[in-house]
């Protein structure tokens, strides 16, 4: 009793998550080698038919090579912020800090529908905020398209997932900067390193292996991320910021045909699964560290 | 305590179960879209109909025409769908002929019911042999123009092609001087896929141009009338620049903040809009015309097809209680409910023959042309795939010819093209 007593305590997680997890994936698996069309019902198997179908669809490369770019893209902007935000707030000494700290961290904690929401309104042609600042300073013309622009929609969504994301970098990134030991940055203004090279020598070295974690968990949280751009474009104008979660609806609930809506989901679980590998390597890699 | 406690936990429980009928037949409503007036009249109708049949209670739900598709494949295929349903008539054929829809014209009073309604209204809902629902909503796409801006101008409202491009250009100006644009000739629904393709398909109808051929077997959005509808609008956006840069974003929420705030002089639009803008910006006006015709078809002005939409009332063909369901759609769009359409102006035409010659209708603003234009309308072809072509095949090719990235003739070539393998199964 006392050696099956772990795993009866374990047992109802367990099931739970068999009932979540382990069960859609399986039938996703399933459904991704036969036809099922939500009119009909599940047809005949069909083979690697579906997959097939997904890899000669020009708009499965499109929402590829998109999910990419909004995946990185998205992912070094918030990197890049998150980083400078951290310097300034590692290097403040006023009691405000926590507060400050507190206070930029508020997009992480927004739900994902109402920052969308809250975009798309800011970037408004006509009514939006970042039109009016714009204008006013003379960067662009009073009108410009954002979202409706096929050139700069998926930048604006990428804009948005970098300004949802970076919050997690900052902390993550504060965290490591209070982490480097204070006797390095003297020694080096002792040898009179001036600050940049500070930075460069000290800083960043000491924060890469928490840069390569953020890199990775940001890529593979866009890459698997619906809501922004479903909410802000929904993968249009004509396409233009069409990613691949963004597809799989379109597959599955517009074409109606689940079946490739399957396959193109196991596709991007693969390519998660991949990334997920990668991520836990170096996560292993640091702690050996 | 602890008993008290017990008590009241188990009061709780019972509670809900003592407040209803069990033995009361429960249907499942669903509302798609709708203004808050309207919604608020469907729930004091349901509570009439609920007092009417005491055997009878109606569990309402509303849900958003954006995603009314998805939702509905959804439940009817997992087989939990709802009873009753608004939806479009155009998804008999989707819907009905996938065996989802009841046959409405297997009840035993179905064809004293038909007579209450306008004969080309209840046709839309026809599909094969069978009707799949009861006219709720008569819907005709007709041009709108701000009053104020076309007043200003000096102008009328176009009846031509010729006269809307010219319109458009005038209207298209920099109103305050700073060397910007700031106001435009014409807006386009380009954010929402379905929404575009129903306000563009008009102009093509206007042009005499169809969808499909009348056996349902070719697609015919390249006929040359349909291309010189597309190339209308495509040189009214890259020529003249007069429709407005940012459509590709919009959805209905912007075209009305542009048009209340006098920002576009023109939209296509359906009896909806009067509630919509009059919520946003009260006392507005503007005029409702026909959508505009090619300059040698004017001598068809009052008779060329717009777009007729239709929202019908449906019975899920797999509900416990079709006979209950069937009194509920009958009693929420009998001749009585109809007038509430006119009197209580709900956002959408009436469809009985007894409401719209009514003499309240008759005074009722633009609902006069709505049914004139409602009478002279075709709907979408009566083809399965046709709400997923205008949406999926249609509307994004012919949103690349606006933009410029094809040319109205490349657009709708490869639109027919993917269109015909679709419904050739061969996609």
Known sequence: MRRSLPYLLLAPALLFTAFVLCYPLAQNLVNSVREVDLVHGPGRWNGLANYRHVFADREFWLALRNTAGYALGGTLMALGLGLALALLLDRTTAHSAPFVTCLLSLPWVISPVVAGFAWKWLLNDHFGILNAWLSAAGIVGPGTSWLGNPRTALLCVMAARAWQFYPFAMVMFLAGLESIPAEQYEAASVDGASALRRFLAITLPNLRPVSSVLLLLGIIWSFNDFTMVFVMTRGGPIDASMVLPVLVREFSFVHFDLGKGSALSIVIFAVLVLLSGLYLRVLAGRERA | ?427
């Open chain 2, 1 to 427: 305590m602890k008993t008290v406690i017990t008590m009241a936990a188990a009061l709780a429980l019972l509670a809900p179960g003592c407040a209803r009928n069990d033995n009361a037949v429960v249907l499942n409503d669903w509302n798609f879209g709708g203004r808050p007036r309207l919604i608020e009249w469907l729930r004091t109708r349901v509570t009439s109909f609920e007092s009417a049949h005491p055997g009878v209670r109606v569990v309402q739900s509303q849900k958003s025409w954006n995603m009314i598709r998805e939702l509905l494949y959804a439940d009817y295929s997992a087989g939990t769908g709802p009873d009753v349903v608004n939806v479009h008539a155009n998804y008999a054929a989707e819907f009905g002929g996938a065996g989802y829809y009841y046959p409405i014209n297997t009840f035993p009073d179905f064809e004293q019911v038909k007579r209450w309604y306008v004969p080309c209204m209840m046709e839309s809902t026809r599909y094969g042999e069978n009707y799949y629902g009861l006219p709720s909503s008569a819907i005709a796409f007709v041009l709108v123009c701000n009053k104020e801006l076309f007043d200003r101008e000096g102008i009328a409202p176009p009846r031509t092609w010729s006269e809307f491009r010219a319109a458009a250009r005038r209207l298209t100006k920099d109103t305050d001087g700073d060397g910007v644009i700031d106001q435009y000739g014409l807006v386009l629904l380009g954010g929402d896929r379905g929404g575009f393709a129903y306000r563009l398909i008009p102009f093509f109808f206007k042009a005499g141009a169809r969808a499909m051929t009348d056996d349902l077997k070719t697609v015919t959005f390249n006929s040359p009338e349909g291309v010189e509808a597309l190339q209308l609008i495509a040189d009214m956006y890259q020529v003249d620049h007069s429709v407005t840069p940012g459509f590709l974003a919009y959805t209905l929420t912007e075209i009305n903040d542009l048009f209340c705030s006098n920002r576009v002089a023109m939209s296509i639009e359906g009896p909806w809009f009067r509630g919509m803008v009059d919520d946003k910006s009260p006392g507005k006006k503007f005029y409702t015309v026909p959508v505009p015709v090619p300059d040698d078809r004017i001598g068809a002005y009052d008779t060329a097809s717009t777009l007729q939409d239709m929202v019908m009332y449906a019975i899920n063909a797999r509900t416990a209680h079709p006979e209950q369901a069937w009194e509920l759609i009958k009693y929420l769009r009998n001749e009585e409910a109809d007038m509430a359409w006119i009197r209580e102006d709900l956002g959408a035409t009436a469809t009985t023959r007894s409401a719209l010659a009514s003499p309240e209708a008759s005074a009722l603003g633009d609902l006069p042309l709505y049914v004139h234009e409602a009478q002279h309308a075709i709907a979408w072809p009566a083809h399965p795939k046709m709400i997923a072509i205008a949406s999926d095949i249609f509307t994004p090719y012919a949103e690349k010819a606006i933009v410029g990235e094809m040319t109205p003739r490349e657009a709708m070539d490869q639109a027919t093209r993917e269109a015909q393998e679709l419904i050739e199964g061969k996609r």
